[in-house]
Every structure is written in C-alpha cells, then in structure tokens.
C-alpha cells in the first residue's frame, strides 16, 4: 500500500478563510465537556485530511474542505448526551444558515450539508445512498481520531503511568481486539481506506509492542 501524507498547508480561498474564521469565533469560549481549542483544532486537522482525500480522487476540494470545518459545530449548541449524539444534525442547521451567507449554489450547500448531517448517522437513518464527496466527511473525521495525537489524548485519558503490567496487558489487549475490527470498516474513497489502514496500523503497532514489553518483563521478573 502506497503511503499517502495529509497536505501540510491549506489551499486557501476566501470562502475557506471566512469558514475557518466563522469556527473559530463559534468555538470561543466552548467549555462543554473540553477545552475550546481542542474542537477547533479536531476540526483543522479533519479538514487537511478532507483536502488530501478531495485532491487525490477529483473532488470539490474547497468544498469538502469548509465541510470538514464545520461538521462539528453543532457541539456548542450540545447540552445532553442526546445533543452529542446528534451533532451532525445540529451541526447541519448551525451550517446551512452560514453556507447560504457564503455560498450561491443550492446544490453544493446541500451536499456539503448532507455531508456534515450523515457524518452521526446510523445507517438505518441515513435518506439516501451518500455520494463519494459526502462520505469523506465521516472518513476525514474518523480519520483524525485515530492518528498520533488522539492516540497520546487516549494514553492520558487511561492513566497509563499509574497501571501496572498486567493492567497494561489487558489495555493492549483490549485495543488490539477493538483496532482489528475497524481496520476493515469501509470508507468513500480509496485514498480514505489508505489513510484508514494506516491510521489504524499505527494504534496497533503501538499496542502490540506495548503488550511484548509488559509481557518480557513480567516473565523477567518473574524467573
């Protein structure tokens, strides 16, 4: 498998400059359950994945690029666990009323809105079969979850200085099971599934030599 890089630097237009600045007012001050910069950073990052995604399979890049920055803006209108659950709904309407301030074209705010809608959905409740460009909203999103920072978020979130071993080993292993689920979950696009496999690669390369580690030396001490 080809390794694919995210784009270092942002294609900038107007519309995704006006986006990137409409997030960034929205998020001030966001404190729900994280810290304001957290959301706003999770959204830059799924955005450059977006533009790598969009330019290697043909699709709107600046489109999916400002999809990406807003699919979770609904978070800070979130005030139950209902709220997050649905965040790409809310997150759609939060959208639609600043993509008709930015955008002329019905067509291309529907797609991007749909896009953003579908990105919680359960399939049972999605309307209609998603187009490649929506899809990769989710891919992008899902994408960034499980890369190098989210991994260090989940590490800290453990507490994993404070486990044992044995603890580590079942942590490990507990990962190890999960992350070889979803290493065959279906993305949009080819160029997602790439960037998907590899994502997940990563966490269980990590695990996997987490867990060897423990094990040698629990058996070291143990002799």
């Known amino acids: 498998m ?7 630097k942002f294609i900038m237009t107007d519309n995704i400059k006006k986006t990137i600045n409409f997030i960034k007012e929205q998020f001030e001050g966001y404190t729900s359950f994280e810290n304001s910069n957290y959301r706003y950073e999770h959204t830059l990052r799924t955005a450059g994945i977006g533009q790598t995604i969009a330019m290697a399979e043909g699709l709107d890049v600046e489109g999916l690029i400002i999809a990406c920055l ?6 800070i209108e979130c005030k139950t666990e209902e709220d997050f659950n649905n965040h790409g709904r809310i997150s759609e309407r939060i959208s ?3 993509l008709e301030t930015l955008l002329a074209d019905k067509d291309r705010i ?12 359960d399939p049972k409740d999605i309307l209609r079969e998603p187009t490649p460009f929506e ?3 989710q891919d992008s999103d899902n ?5 190098a920072y989210r991994l260090y978020l989940n590490l800290k979130s453990f507490k994993i200085e404070d486990l044992n071993p044995k603890e580590l080993v079942e942590c490990a ?10 290493i065959n979950m279906k ?5 997602a599934t790439d960037l998907w496999i590899d994502k997940i690669s990563f966490q269980l390369e990590y695990f996997k030599r987490m867990k060897v580690q423990m094990q040698n030396m629990e058996s070291f001490e143990n002799q």
């Open 143 to 147: 994408i960034d979850r499980f890369d």
């Open 70 to 75: 807003l699919h979770d803006i609904g978070y």
């Open 173 to 182: 292993d507990l990962r190890i099971k999960r992350y070889s689920e979803y």
């Open 110 to 121: 529907d797609t991007i809105c749909y896009g953003i809608r579908i990105h919680t959905e």
């Open 135 to 137: 899809l990769s909203v």
């Open 96 to 98: 639609r009323d600043f």
């Open 187 to 191: 993305c949009g696009t080819k160029t």
């Open 2 to 8: 080809e390794k694919i890089e995210v784009e270092p």
